[in-house]
């Protein structure tokens, strides 16, 4: 998978991590799509009801093409519930994202970290073409690395970010198959974070809005150039 630098960052700080956005709002949303739309990151991962939904949804099938067309890779969230999900379920899920929506790529979120369920993923991802993401959301068993693309080996708030330590074995792989996903980012603390994340990892996704779904809407500085701060 072959990533872009990041949009707003300056050429003299650095390569910069690719921009990966968790598009987990609607289709009616009166806002978020057309920002993305405008200004296009490098990844998107879709969720329509914690998975593809039970049907196909037009109006978003609509707006995945029109990113798909822009040259966007756009991944399907799958959620395996840290290996305890069966499966037949998940992969279902990966047969609607294809079939409903034209995705070739998946993203499987709440992944496990440990060495025992690696023969469950290892099936999971058995014939799957197209990108790979797993989000075990720290860094797991390295084994993982050898099943998928990207690995997210961080997710969680900017207060934990900042205690974030890279294992030993990680420092031997490319920072392209590692992503961070970090949210409670405040504009003032979007560019020290991404200046971190491209030492850890080739892809990250950053928002300044917290709670239980802060991934429910863009960033309110989206698409805005970075202002040291």
Request: hydrophobic residues 40%.
């Amino acid at each position: 998978m072959t990533m872009p630098t990041a949009v707003g960052v300056k050429p003299d700080q650095g390569p910069a991590p690719a921009m990966l956005v968790l598009a987990y709002f609607r289709p009616g949303h009166p806002h978020a799509w057309p920002r993305l739309h405008q200004t296009p990151p490098d990844l998107v991962v879709i969720d329509v009801e914690e998975g593809p939904g039970v049907a196909r949804d037009p109006a978003l099938a609509t707006l995945v093409t029109r990113l798909l067309g822009a040259g966007i890779q756009v991944l399907g969230r799958v959620d395996t519930d840290f290996g305890l999900r069966p499966i037949e379920d998940v992969r279902a899920d990966l047969r609607h994202y294809r079939s409903w929506y034209g995705l070739r790529g998946v993203y499987l979120d709440q992944v496990a970290s440990g060495a025992d369920r690696l023969d469950h993923y290892r099936e999971i991802v058995d014939g799957v073409r197209g990108t790979i993401a797993l989000n075990p959301g720290v860094y797991p068993d390295p084994g993982y690395a050898q099943l998928a693309d990207v690995v997210v080996t961080f997710d969680g708030p900017l207060s934990a970010y900042r205690a974030t330590r890279e294992p030993a074995w990680a420092r031997d792989q490319a920072r392209g198959r590692f992503c961070h996903v970090i949210h409670d980012v405040p504009g003032h603390a979007r560019e020290s974070t991404l200046r971190r994340a491209a030492r850890l990892a080739g892809t990250v996704a950053v928002t300044d809005r917290a709670g239980s779904a802060p991934w429910s809407d863009l960033p309110a500085y989206y698409g805005t150039p970075i202002v040291a701060g």
